[in-house]
């Protein structure tokens, strides 16, 4: 079993996602690539916020494509933590009731463009936490010309959000949070690909040591960058954190190519990870956490 816990899609191709004419997948598109690279079922995340988002991709959306496809797509419902009423007392438990009912296993991706603890960021964590649907979320290096949940270096903002919101799982990704999985990093290098060594004392490798509530997915170039830019680290690394890591891709284009499930089929057969670890990352972790009953 294979499970992609981060994709994208549209119900009907639109806007494209830049000037070159790229467009987001269709689900048809979504299934080819799943069947090519060996993956059985894949989660959809809505796309809901402005920032990074020239289609939106609404949950209505996503919940038709999934009733369609039941047997491979499994969904997610996005929420803007500014949704409502703009404030920090917004009731998001209506929503997030009626889409946990509805079928929906988790929220996100989050992409709005707020510090970790801005009132209104805590407000809909609160919410989530009640509701008890774990989170997918985007770190942002800045506000302003950026998307995602905006941290400083060595991730303070989320380290408050953990221990704060101990029963919410938080699941986290993109290129401020795989560059953190070394300890020398730098303002510089955080919003990109770092390369080289992984050096120790990385807020990434402490965060999930430190908080049972963190979980990573290791999609996009950013996660893959992570797992491989040391070529000792990033298996020892996957090893280490089996019970802590989602295999994920963030496949939104039909020209993307991740090697995200070779690369963990190829550590279990050259002995780098063990048949346990292999499956907790393939499948068994988001699975649990999510509560998919597979």
């Known amino acids: 079993m294979m499970i992609d816990s981060h994709l994208h899609t549209v119900r009907r191709a639109g806007l494209p996602r830049d000037e070159a004419g790229d467009n987001y997948c269709s689900p048809g598109q979504l299934i080819e690539i799943m069947d090519r690279t060996g993956v059985d079922k894949g989660i959809l995340l809505p796309g809901v916020s402005p920032e990074c988002r020239n289609q939106y991709s609404s949950t209505e959306d996503i919940l038709d494509i999934c009733a369609d496809s039941p047997d491979r797509f499994i969904p997610f419902c996005n929420i803007d933590a ?130 049972p509530n963190l979980y990573a997915d290791i999609s996009a170039s950013s996660g893959y960058n992570a797992l491989t830019r040391d070529g000792r680290f990033g298996p020892q690394f996957a090893a280490a954190f089996h019970d802590r890591l989602l295999m994920a891709t963030d496949t939104c284009s039909p020209g993307n190519n991740f090697q995200h499930a070779a690369l963990l089929r190829a550590w279990k057969d050259q002995g780098k990870l063990t048949a346990e670890a292999f499956e907790n990352i393939a499948w068994r972790n988001a699975n649990r956490i999510l509560d998919l009953g597979l």
Not at 105 to 125: D, I, R
Request: proline share 7%; charged share 15%.
């Open 82 to 211: 500014r949704a409502g009423s703009n404030s920090a007392s917004t009731n998001h438990s209506r929503q997030l009731t009626y889409y946990k009912d509805a079928g929906c296993k988790g929220v996100g991706e989050l992409t709005f463009n707020l510090p970790f603890t801005h009132p209104m960021v805590l407000n809909f964590f609160e919410h989530c936490q009640a509701c008890r649907m774990p989170v997918v979320f985007h770190v942002g290096p800045k506000l302003g010309d950026c998307y995602g949940l905006v941290d400083q270096l060595h991730l303070p903002g989320l380290e408050h959000c953990l221990a704060r919101f101990a029963d919410l799982t938080f699941i986290g990704h993109s290129q401020p949070f795989w560059a953190e999985i070394s300890g020398d990093v730098t303002d510089a290098q955080r919003a990109g690909y770092p390369t080289g060594p992984v050096a120790p004392g990385g807020a990434v490798v402490r965060l999930l040591r430190d908080y």
